[in-house]
T-cell receptor, first 117, second 110 residues
Protein backbone atom coordinates (compact mmCIF):
# COMPACT_ATOMS: atom_id res chain seq x y z
CA UNK A 1 0.00 0.00 0.00
CA UNK A 2 0.91 3.65 -0.22
CA UNK A 3 3.51 4.92 2.18
CA UNK A 4 3.02 8.58 1.37
CA UNK A 5 -0.34 10.15 0.69
CA UNK A 6 -0.84 13.42 -1.11
CA UNK A 7 -4.04 15.43 -1.31
CA UNK A 8 -5.66 16.68 -3.42
CA UNK A 9 -4.76 14.71 -6.54
CA UNK A 10 -5.78 17.60 -8.71
CA UNK A 11 -7.07 21.09 -8.13
CA UNK A 12 -8.20 23.96 -10.30
CA UNK A 13 -8.11 27.43 -8.84
CA UNK A 14 -8.60 30.97 -9.98
CA UNK A 15 -5.68 33.27 -10.49
CA UNK A 16 -4.89 35.21 -7.32
CA UNK A 17 -6.20 32.61 -4.91
CA UNK A 18 -4.20 30.29 -2.66
CA UNK A 19 -4.09 26.51 -2.76
CA UNK A 20 -2.92 24.09 -0.09
CA UNK A 21 -1.48 20.66 -0.84
CA UNK A 22 -1.01 18.10 1.91
CA UNK A 23 1.61 15.37 2.17
CA UNK A 24 1.19 12.68 4.80
CA UNK A 25 3.61 9.95 5.80
CA UNK A 26 1.41 6.95 6.54
CA UNK A 27 3.71 4.30 7.95
CA UNK A 28 6.41 6.19 9.78
CA UNK A 29 7.37 9.53 11.20
CA UNK A 30 9.26 11.91 8.99
CA UNK A 31 11.30 14.78 10.32
CA UNK A 32 12.16 15.69 6.74
CA UNK A 33 10.01 15.80 3.64
CA UNK A 34 10.77 17.16 0.21
CA UNK A 35 8.64 19.07 -2.26
CA UNK A 36 9.25 18.75 -5.98
CA UNK A 37 7.74 20.40 -8.98
CA UNK A 38 7.52 18.80 -12.39
CA UNK A 39 6.54 20.43 -15.66
CA UNK A 40 5.31 18.25 -18.53
CA UNK A 41 8.02 16.05 -19.99
CA UNK A 42 10.58 17.43 -17.57
CA UNK A 43 12.22 15.95 -14.53
CA UNK A 44 11.53 16.62 -10.89
CA UNK A 45 12.93 19.87 -9.63
CA UNK A 46 13.50 20.12 -5.90
CA UNK A 47 11.71 23.15 -4.49
CA UNK A 48 12.33 22.88 -0.79
CA UNK A 49 13.10 20.70 2.16
CA UNK A 50 10.41 20.64 4.80
CA UNK A 51 11.76 20.31 8.34
CA UNK A 52 9.59 19.36 11.28
CA UNK A 53 9.83 21.98 13.98
CA UNK A 54 11.82 24.48 11.98
CA UNK A 55 11.71 26.57 8.84
CA UNK A 56 11.80 24.99 5.43
CA UNK A 57 14.94 25.20 3.35
CA UNK A 58 14.28 26.53 -0.13
CA UNK A 59 16.27 25.88 -3.26
CA UNK A 60 17.74 28.76 -5.18
CA UNK A 61 15.16 30.54 -7.27
CA UNK A 62 12.15 29.32 -5.30
CA UNK A 63 10.17 32.12 -3.68
CA UNK A 64 9.59 31.22 -0.06
CA UNK A 65 6.83 33.80 0.33
CA UNK A 66 4.95 32.32 -2.59
CA UNK A 67 5.39 28.65 -1.72
CA UNK A 68 4.69 28.39 1.98
CA UNK A 69 5.71 25.15 3.63
CA UNK A 70 4.57 24.06 7.05
CA UNK A 71 5.76 20.83 8.62
CA UNK A 72 3.02 20.69 11.21
CA UNK A 73 3.80 17.28 12.64
CA UNK A 74 6.01 14.26 12.11
CA UNK A 75 3.53 12.91 9.57
CA UNK A 76 2.27 16.01 7.80
CA UNK A 77 3.78 18.68 5.59
CA UNK A 78 1.77 21.21 3.62
CA UNK A 79 2.65 23.31 0.60
CA UNK A 80 0.57 26.43 0.05
CA UNK A 81 0.81 28.18 -3.27
CA UNK A 82 -0.15 31.76 -2.51
CA UNK A 83 -1.59 34.21 -5.01
CA UNK A 84 -1.41 31.56 -7.68
CA UNK A 85 -0.86 32.49 -11.31
CA UNK A 86 -1.19 30.40 -14.47
CA UNK A 87 2.57 29.88 -14.58
CA UNK A 88 2.29 28.06 -11.25
CA UNK A 89 0.30 25.34 -12.98
CA UNK A 90 2.34 22.19 -12.58
CA UNK A 91 2.59 18.75 -11.02
CA UNK A 92 3.69 18.97 -7.39
CA UNK A 93 5.09 15.89 -5.67
CA UNK A 94 6.23 15.32 -2.12
CA UNK A 95 8.65 12.70 -0.95
CA UNK A 96 9.79 11.17 2.30
CA UNK A 97 13.13 9.45 2.88
CA UNK A 98 12.86 6.07 4.51
CA UNK A 99 14.05 2.54 4.79
CA UNK A 100 12.76 0.00 2.31
CA UNK A 101 13.43 -3.70 2.03
CA UNK A 102 16.60 -3.00 0.11
CA UNK A 103 17.84 -0.16 2.30
CA UNK A 104 17.60 3.58 1.83
CA UNK A 105 14.82 4.69 -0.41
CA UNK A 106 12.63 7.67 -1.04
CA UNK A 107 8.90 7.31 -1.05
CA UNK A 108 6.85 9.59 -3.26
CA UNK A 109 3.32 10.77 -2.97
CA UNK A 110 0.93 10.34 -5.86
CA UNK A 111 1.40 13.94 -6.89
CA UNK A 112 -0.98 16.87 -7.17
CA UNK A 113 -1.93 18.52 -10.43
CA UNK A 114 -2.47 22.24 -10.03
CA UNK A 115 -4.16 24.21 -12.77
CA UNK A 116 -4.51 27.95 -12.30
CA UNK A 117 -7.04 29.61 -14.58
CA UNK B 1 27.46 20.84 -6.82
CA UNK B 2 25.72 17.49 -7.17
CA UNK B 3 24.69 16.74 -10.72
CA UNK B 4 22.93 13.95 -12.60
CA UNK B 5 22.89 13.53 -16.38
CA UNK B 6 20.83 10.87 -18.11
CA UNK B 7 21.13 9.64 -21.65
CA UNK B 8 19.59 9.19 -24.07
CA UNK B 9 16.68 11.59 -23.61
CA UNK B 10 14.42 9.16 -25.44
CA UNK B 11 14.83 5.58 -26.56
CA UNK B 12 12.62 3.64 -28.93
CA UNK B 13 12.91 -0.14 -28.91
CA UNK B 14 11.15 -3.03 -30.50
CA UNK B 15 9.72 -5.59 -28.15
CA UNK B 16 12.51 -7.98 -27.19
CA UNK B 17 15.30 -5.57 -28.16
CA UNK B 18 17.55 -5.23 -25.12
CA UNK B 19 19.30 -1.95 -24.34
CA UNK B 20 20.79 0.20 -21.58
CA UNK B 21 20.06 3.59 -20.09
CA UNK B 22 22.90 5.69 -18.73
CA UNK B 23 23.09 7.88 -15.65
CA UNK B 24 26.27 9.90 -15.08
CA UNK B 25 26.65 11.63 -11.75
CA UNK B 26 28.88 13.83 -9.66
CA UNK B 27 28.32 14.00 -5.95
CA UNK B 28 30.42 14.84 -2.94
CA UNK B 29 30.09 11.51 -1.19
CA UNK B 30 27.43 9.09 -2.37
CA UNK B 31 24.79 8.00 0.10
CA UNK B 32 22.77 6.28 -2.59
CA UNK B 33 21.84 6.24 -6.27
CA UNK B 34 18.21 5.59 -7.07
CA UNK B 35 16.33 4.44 -10.13
CA UNK B 36 12.65 5.20 -10.52
CA UNK B 37 10.03 4.53 -13.12
CA UNK B 38 7.43 7.20 -13.79
CA UNK B 39 4.28 6.81 -15.82
CA UNK B 40 2.57 9.92 -17.20
CA UNK B 41 0.66 11.87 -14.58
CA UNK B 42 1.85 9.75 -11.69
CA UNK B 43 4.46 9.92 -8.99
CA UNK B 44 7.75 8.03 -9.41
CA UNK B 45 7.78 4.34 -8.57
CA UNK B 46 10.87 3.07 -6.77
CA UNK B 47 12.98 0.48 -8.57
CA UNK B 48 16.46 0.25 -7.02
CA UNK B 49 18.93 1.78 -4.61
CA UNK B 50 22.65 1.28 -5.24
CA UNK B 51 25.25 2.26 -2.68
CA UNK B 52 28.74 1.46 -3.91
CA UNK B 53 30.71 0.84 -7.09
CA UNK B 54 30.39 -2.70 -8.35
CA UNK B 55 26.97 -3.23 -6.90
CA UNK B 56 24.25 -4.74 -9.08
CA UNK B 57 20.54 -5.26 -8.51
CA UNK B 58 17.91 -7.01 -10.59
CA UNK B 59 14.17 -6.95 -10.80
CA UNK B 60 12.38 -8.87 -13.54
CA UNK B 61 13.70 -7.51 -16.85
CA UNK B 62 15.67 -4.70 -15.23
CA UNK B 63 19.22 -4.74 -13.93
CA UNK B 64 20.99 -1.74 -12.42
CA UNK B 65 24.75 -1.43 -12.10
CA UNK B 66 26.95 1.20 -10.51
CA UNK B 67 30.46 2.55 -11.00
CA UNK B 68 32.12 5.52 -9.34
CA UNK B 69 30.90 7.85 -12.08
CA UNK B 70 27.82 6.29 -13.64
CA UNK B 71 25.02 3.83 -13.40
CA UNK B 72 23.35 1.76 -16.07
CA UNK B 73 19.85 0.43 -16.19
CA UNK B 74 19.83 -2.61 -18.47
CA UNK B 75 16.52 -3.71 -19.93
CA UNK B 76 16.45 -7.25 -21.21
CA UNK B 77 13.82 -8.28 -23.76
CA UNK B 78 11.57 -5.30 -23.01
CA UNK B 79 7.81 -5.43 -23.38
CA UNK B 80 5.42 -2.60 -24.29
CA UNK B 81 4.42 -2.30 -20.63
CA UNK B 82 7.99 -1.26 -19.85
CA UNK B 83 7.32 2.00 -21.70
CA UNK B 84 7.75 4.83 -19.19
CA UNK B 85 10.17 7.51 -18.12
CA UNK B 86 13.08 6.19 -16.08
CA UNK B 87 14.56 8.59 -13.58
CA UNK B 88 17.95 8.42 -11.92
CA UNK B 89 18.68 10.32 -8.72
CA UNK B 90 21.56 10.69 -6.29
CA UNK B 91 21.67 11.44 -2.62
CA UNK B 92 24.87 12.78 -1.13
CA UNK B 93 26.22 12.14 2.31
CA UNK B 94 25.51 15.75 3.28
CA UNK B 95 21.87 15.00 3.91
CA UNK B 96 18.76 13.46 2.40
CA UNK B 97 18.41 15.97 -0.42
CA UNK B 98 18.02 14.05 -3.65
CA UNK B 99 18.85 15.38 -7.09
CA UNK B 100 17.16 13.94 -10.17
CA UNK B 101 18.30 13.60 -13.74
CA UNK B 102 16.07 14.68 -16.58
CA UNK B 103 15.01 11.11 -17.26
CA UNK B 104 14.97 8.80 -20.26
CA UNK B 105 11.66 8.28 -21.99
CA UNK B 106 11.46 4.68 -23.12
CA UNK B 107 9.05 3.55 -25.81
CA UNK B 108 8.72 -0.16 -26.51
CA UNK B 109 6.79 -1.11 -29.61
CA UNK B 110 5.08 -4.46 -29.96
Amino acid sequence: GAVVSQHPSWVICKSGTSVKIECRSLDFQATTMFWYRQFPKQSLMLMATSNEGSKATYEQGVEKDKFLINHASLTLSTLTVTSAHPEDSSFYICSVPGQGFSGNTIYFGEGSWLTVV
Amino acid sequence: EDQVTQSPEALRLQEGESSSLNCSYTVSGLRGLFWYRQDPGKGPEFLFTLYSAGEEKEKERLKATLTKKESFLHITAPKPEDSATYLCAVQGTGGFKTIFGAGTRLFVKA
